[in-house]
């Protein structure tokens, strides 16, 4: 069988997959990030207005950051 999908793998065959998404800021940009481990969170989607800020590779979508980095 061949699943053709943009959706992530956890969501497609985890049963009690649930996201837990924070809204968080990080070097003065807004972004939404996924909770994936304790102490890891994966940018989603950036929630800024200035358009500097997605040419940012540090903070591209899919970018894990380590729990310390929001403190």
Known sequence: MVLWTIMPDEAIFAQDYSPVFEDV???GTRMLVEKTADDEYRVVRLLSTDPQDYLRYDI???T???NDYFR
């Open 25 to 27: 800021e990080f070097a």
């Open 60 to 62: 591209q979508p899919g």
């Open 64 to 66: 894990v950051f380590r």
